[in-house]
């Protein structure tokens, strides 16, 4: 599912990834960035907050605001230009920066299926408007 999001992304669009620890954020993050003909390693930026790949169709922002403390924090790191420029955001626990968030977000959620399996997820994708 990753990576025809990745194929099928459109600049400026913003999503947000939400999940527990160890429920595949990352490896669903590495399916878009595949989607978007990035071929260099993935990672989560954990303690780096952003990772920005520019080897895609589109340049590609993946965040993990999971050590944010206050939300000025993303503007030391330039936010505003990926939030609204013409790569793709992906955004990890982005529920402790909503009030940053644009007016028009795509929310991605995944959660372990354990009645399929301990190996299957369920993700859910739907639009947002954040006022």
């Given at each position: 599912?990753?990576?025809?999001?990745?194929?099928?992304?459109?600049?400026?669009?913003?999503?947000?990834?939400?999940?527990?620890?160890?429920?595949?954020?990352?490896?669903?993050?590495?399916?878009?960035?595949?989607?978007?003909?990035?071929?260099?390693?993935?990672?989560?930026?954990?303690?780096?907050i952003v990772?920005?790949?520019?080897?895609g169709r589109?340049?590609?922002?993946?965040?993990?605001?999971?050590?944010?403390?206050?939300?000025?924090?993303?503007?030391?790191?330039?936010?505003?230009?990926?939030?609204?420029?013409?790569?793709?955001?992906?955004?990890?626990?982005?529920?402790?920066?909503?009030?940053?968030?644009?007016?028009?977000?795509?929310?991605?959620?995944?959660?372990?299926?354990?009645?399929?399996?301990?190996?299957?997820?369920?993700?859910?994708?739907?639009?947002?408007?954040?006022?």
């Open positions: 599912m990753g990576q025809r999001l990745g194929r099928e992304c459109k600049p400026g669009q913003v999503y947000t990834l939400i999940g527990d620890l160890g429920v595949g954020k990352t490896v669903f993050t590495q399916g878009v960035a595949d989607g978007l003909g990035i071929t260099e390693p993935v990672n989560s930026p954990t303690f780096t990772q920005v790949y520019e080897e589109l340049p590609f922002y993946h965040f993990d605001v999971y050590r944010i403390g206050d939300p000025e924090e993303m503007e030391e790191i330039g936010y505003e230009d990926m939030f609204y420029g013409e790569g793709i955001c992906l955004i990890e626990w982005a529920h402790l920066i909503e009030e940053l968030l644009p007016e028009h977000y795509i929310s991605i959620s995944i959660e372990k299926d354990l009645e399929k399996g301990f190996d299957y997820r369920k993700i859910v994708i739907e639009e947002k408007e954040n006022r």
